[in-house]
Structures are given as structure tokens and as C-alpha cells.
């Protein structure tokens, strides 16, 4: 299902013999220029860009022909970004275009979803050595120069399932830290000996002196690598990489299967693809943001708080409770709220948060997460009865029983809970349990 977003452009992306004229819905004005400049890295960044673009036509679990889906670019104060998901979104890709990789002026900010079609593919593909690559993004162009002829390109309607992964991808990598950084030769020569494209398996990766090596059982310090063909697409911009950083919340033994990123930086540019713990697992069924918007306040809050948003390059949390005088872990649930519109998105390398445009619809948290909504009804319905930590919650035809553990997170005995044990975010017993207890625990 596609999401109920309407963007306004003046005519179609086009590449014209001046350069790639890449129309954009704008952002506080109609249809602004939100940078006019040369990437000073024009290889690596065209390389970059087809990777996202790359991503955003394949699908990694049982493929089919190519979505063809539009990425999505993002201008704010010294930076440009460029994300998709994979068809199957099992894969979030994105590149950072840095200021070290933009000679211009970003004047403004906005967000859109553009098309790199076929034609366009080509003439970056072409790109190369120290030919020039200049890009404007404006009222009636998003101007990317090349030495080639002309293309029209064609918009499509952001998926809504993109929606749903934004929300999931950016409250999943907020819990990440670095775990491993290895230069580009050594990166190379790592991937190089990953298993094949087809492969499914769910391996891990552990530092050793300056590589990684693969495991197949999970230990501490370990990152997870499950579909290792699904980092194909680092590929084209490894020859022009420094490092390779990986990025993956803690693990011990016996952990299971957990999302990760891997990130190429070049100096200009980063490009970073996060990987769902799972080939076949999409971001947009995850659950992780469900705890977050749990709490009675977090409309009202993601309101105020994204009133406060501005466009510098990082969100600073302690600064926008401060100027909200809400508790950090309000503001975190704010963020997570507005991140289901698509409005906040998580870098791991800045570890913080950042900003895009696009239409905040409050609604969308309910129709997107039935969990939630089931929720919310067994507490309206009084179904839920605490007995110190734990709980039990009556349904018209059972009764579940909610543990909590010493590390904050529940257990339930319904057919869910036994499924995913809590990989794919908590039942709507277990959330009900939350928001009774407390709104603010369902945040911590």
C-alpha cells in the first residue's frame, strides 16, 4: 500500500546537455533551491548514488523483477542525503553526501523522492575520473551536470511501507555503537570472500587485528551478517573508500539474529547500508518503535517537538527537552513519533538524529501499527490486572499472562510471544501491560 502523501513538482527530472535537472516537492517555500554546487568527489558520489538507487530496485528475499522505486533526497544545512529501501525492505540504504564533498551553497532544505531510471543509471555510470558533477536542487531543478545528453525521469508515490521502515530503522540504529572500523584494502579482500548472492545463512562478523573474520555463533563484540549478499551493493564506491566502519547494538552468546550497518567512508561521502536481522525480515514489520509511542503524551509531544525542529546537520536531544521542558525520554518518544511520518530519520556515524520534510499525519501511527491499536482497546476495556510485576490480561475468549524481567522487557504466553520471543517488538498484552504500568517504562 502505497502512502497517502501528495508532492507538488513544476516538471518532470530531467537530464539536460547543462546537467541533471532533479525536480523536488520543497520545503517551507514552494519548490526552493535548496543547493546549487559541485560534489567535489563526482565519481564517488555518482558511484554512491547508484548504489542507493540500486538498492531501491531490488528485492534481496525471493526476487522478482525490479521495483523501481524512487530514492528519497534530503537537503539541510551542509549535507545532501540520499536513502531508498531495498523492494523487500529488508535493506536501508543511504549516502551522506558531507561538507567536505559539497563546493556550493546550501541556501535551504527540503525533502523529495526522485527517480534514477535506466537513462540516468547510464550517464552515472559514465562518470568518472575528474569530470565535473555539479548539482542544483531547486524551485523548477535539481541540476546534476554531466557530460551527456538529456533524460526525463518519472516520479511514483512513496511506498508506504518506506513509512513504516524509517520508523523502525532510526529507533533500531539509535541503539547501536561502533564495533569494528578496517580500511578499505583490508574491506576489499573481506568481501570479496563473503559467501554468494543466494546464500540466506545468518553469520556474524568479529574484529581480528585489522579485518574481520565470520563466525557462525554470536559473541561478544560480534556484529551481525545475515544475507551477507545483500552488501553487493557497497561495492562500486569500495576503490574510492578509506574505511569501512560496522555499526550493531551489543550481543553475548546465544544472542539472536539483530540488525547491523556497514558504512564506506571516502572523506566527501558516506555510504552506509543497514541490514534487517534476517534476509526474508522487512524494517516495516519490526515492532521497535511500538514501545515508544505507548505513552498517553506522545502526540501532543512529537507536536511541540516538531515545531522545534531545525535543519542543522545533527538533532540534539538535550537541547530540544531543554527548550521543551520535557524529559529527555519524552523527547526520544516524540522523535520515534514523528519518525512514522518519515520526519526523523538516525545517523550512526554522528550518533544523533536528523531532520527531513515530509507531511506529519499523527493518524498514521494507528493505521500502521495494529498492535498498538489493539493495545490501547485492552486497556480502555479494563482487561489488564497487575499483580506486582507481572500481569494478566483477560481477552473475550483467553487469558494471557505478562512477565517482566529484570532487564525491563516482557514475556507473555500468547502464540506471539512464543513465535518471535520478543525479536519483532513486544505483543499487544505485553504494550498493554507497558501502558498501564507506567507510559513512561514503555520509554526507558
Not at 31 to 57: D, I
Not at 214 to 219: A, D, F, H, K, N
Not at 234 to 249: D, E, I, K, S
Not at 318 to 333: G, H, K, N, T
Request: include cysteine; aromatic fraction near 6%.
Amino acid at each position: 500500500m502505497n502512502a497517502v502523501q501528495t508532492y507538488r513538482y513544476l516538471q518532470p527530472s530531467a537530464l539536460r546537455a547543462a546537467g541533471l535537472d532533479l525536480q523536488t516537492c520543497g520545503g517551507p517555500a514552494a519548490n526552493p533551491r535548496f543547493f546549487a554546487g559541485f560534489l567535489t568527489a563526482p565519481a564517488a558520489s555518482a558511484a554512491g548514488l547508484l548504489a542507493v538507487a540500486e538498492v531501491a530496485r531490488t528485492r534481496y528475499h525471493q526476487p522478482v523483477n525490479p521495483a523501481s522505486l524512487d530514492p528519497v533526497v534530503t537537503g539541510s544545512r551542509g549535507r545532501l542525503r540520499f536513502e531508498s529501501f531495498s523492494g523487500c525492505c529488508g535493506v536501508y540504504a543511504r549516502m551522506d553526501v558531507l561538507p567536505a564533498g559539497l563546493d556550493g551553497e546550501i541556501s535551504s532544505h527540503g525533502t523529495t523522492n526522485v527517480d534514477v531510471n535506466p537513462p540516468l543509471r547510464e550517464a552515472l555510470a559514465r562518470v568518472g575520473g575528474i569530470e565535473p558533477l555539479h548539482v542544483a536542487v531547486g524551485p523548477d531543478d535539481l541540476t546534476v551536470s554531466t557530460m551527456d545528453g538529456s533524460v526525463v525521469e518519472r516520479k511514483v508515490p512513496l511506498p508506504g511501507r518506506w513509512l513504516r521502515g524509517f520508523a523502525e530503522v532510526h529507533v533500531l540504529t539509535a541503539g547501536f555503537e561502533p564495533r569494528a572500523e578496517i580500511a578499505a584494502a583490508e574491506a576489499a579482500t573481506f568481501l570479496r570472500r563473503l559467501p554468494a548472492a543466494n546464500d540466506r545463512s545468518v553469520l556474524w562478523a568479529v574484529p581480528a587485528g585489522r579485518t574481520l573474520r565470520l563466525t557462525s555463533r554470536p559473541v561478544p563484540g560480534a556484529v551481525c551478517l545475515a544475507g551477507a549478499g545483500r552488501l553487493a551493493a557497497l561495492r562500486g564506491v569500495l576503490r574510492h573508500a578509506r574505511t569501512l566502519r560496522v555499526y550493531g547494538p551489543a550481543v553475548r552468546a546465544g544472542s539472536p539474529a539483530v540488525p547491523s550497518t556497514w558504512e564506506l567512508d571516502t572523506g566527501a561521502l558516506r555510504l552506509s547500508l543497514t541490514l534487517s536481522p534476517e534476509p526474508y525480515r522487512g524494517f516495516s514489520g519490526e515492532g521497535a518503535a511500538l514501545a515508544a509511542l505507548a505513552g498517553d503524551d506522545v502526540v501532543d509531544d512529537a507536536e511541540l517537538v516538531g515545531a522545534l525542529l531545525n535543519w542543522d546537520p545533527t538533532i540534539d536531544v538535550a537541547a530540544l527537552a531543554d527548550a521543551s521542558a520535557l524529559p529527555d525520554e519524552r523527547v526520544r518518544a516524540a522523535l520515534a513519533q514523528l519518525g512514522t511520518a518519515g520526519r526523523v530519520g538516525y545517523d550512526v556515524a554522528d550518533g544523533a538524529y536528523f531532520h527531513r520534510v515530509m507531511p506529519y499525519d499523527a493518524g498514521r501511527v494507528e493505521r500502521d501499527n495494529p498492535r498498538l491499536v489493539g493495545a490501547r482497546a485492552l486497556v480502555e476495556r479494563g482487561a489488564v490486572e497487575r499483580d506486582g510485576e507481572d500481569a494478566t490480561v483477560r481477552t473475550d475468549a483467553e487469558v494471557y499472562r505478562v512477565r517482566r524481567h529484570p532487564d525491563g522487557a516482557h514475556s507473555c504466553t500468547c502464540r506471539w510471544w512464543a513465535r518471535h520471543r520478543g525479536q519483532r517488538g513486544p505483543c499487544r498484552h505485553a504494550l498493554a501491560v507497558s501502558m498501564v504500568a507506567a507510559p513512561v517504562e514503555a520509554l526507558s
